[in-house]
């Protein structure tokens, strides 16, 4: 099994700040495997990132997403308010899903 | 509109069985794997486990193997996760998914992610 761990566990931010969120993974991960997802209470998780790198439809491009093999990061570059949220990494090799625990993103 | 749209909440005894569903519409429900993802205050979002409706080809999470059952019917764009005895345990938000695989222009592969989501089923196991 892959363990995704993530850091900060939570992360208090101002609006406009930049935010950099990681996930590391317990063995290497292709890319392609990894993707990123925000998660709002009393709503459905939403992709964010796909790949790794790529954004998902209608996502703003100050969501950006990087790394590979073991270590992965989401930025975002500016927060917006409905940007404060928790945050999933969460990888697709076969035979056995994982997500990350998860990094809390509040208003400082 | 590309959906999946998940049954109501349910409240249930420990020990009796329930079969939650998950409809899914506006796409070709046998081309996405749908997979089956618990969300609990103490552990986050796990995933329980995938499955092709085409053929109703499953992969398990060990963790959930042999306590929940995930099964699809195609004919009815619809997949299904069951217990046969719940536990207070159970009680969690449970959502479907439907996964996306994109390709380069080449053909390989570019990612493979969750990009269509069920509004989630609240189970609440209590005696």
């Known amino acids: 099994e892959i363990v995704l761990t993530q850091s900060p566990g939570t992360l208090s931010l101002s609006p406009g700040e930049r935010a950099t969120l990681s996930c590391r993974a317990s063995?290497?991960?292709?890319?392609?495997?990894l993707a990123w997802y925000q998660h709002k209470p009393g709503q459905a998780p939403r992709l964010l990132m796909y790949?790794?790198?790529y954004r998902a439809t209608g996502i703003p491009d100050r969501f950006s997403g990087s790394g590979s093999e073991t270590d992965f990061a989401l930025t975002i570059s500016r927060l917006e308010p409905e940007d404060f949220a928790v945050y999933y990494c969460?990888?697709?090799?076969?035979?056995?899903?994982?997500f990350g625990q998860g990094t809390k993103l509040e208003i400082k | 509109e590309v959906q999946l749209v998940q049954s109501g909440a349910e409240v249930k005894k420990p020990g009796e069985s329930l079969k939650i569903s998950c409809k899914g519409s506006?796409?070709?429900?046998?081309?996405?794997?749908i997979g089956w993802v618990r969300q609990t205050p103490g552990k986050g979002l796990e995933w329980m486990g995938i499955?092709?409706?085409?053929?109703?080809?499953?992969t398990y999470n060990p963790s959930f193997q042999g306590q929940v059952t995930i099964s699809a019917d195609k004919y009815i764009t619809t997949a299904y996760l069951q217990w046969s005895s719940l536990k207070a345990s159970d009680t969690a938000i449970y959502y479907c998914?439907?996964?996306?695989?994109?390709?380069?222009?080449?053909?390989?592969?570019?990612?493979?992610?969750?990009?269509?989501w069920g509004q989630g089923t609240m189970v609440t196991v209590s005696s």
């Open positions: 063995q290497s991960v292709t890319s392609k495997y």
């Open positions: 790949g790794a790198s």
């Open positions: 506006g796409y070709t429900f046998t081309n996405y794997w």
């Open positions: 969460q990888q697709s090799r076969r035979p056995m899903y994982t």
């Open positions: 998914a439907r996964q996306d695989t994109s390709y380069y222009a080449s053909g390989s592969q570019k990612g493979v992610a969750f990009d269509i």
């Open positions: 499955i092709y409706p085409d053929d109703s080809h499953t």
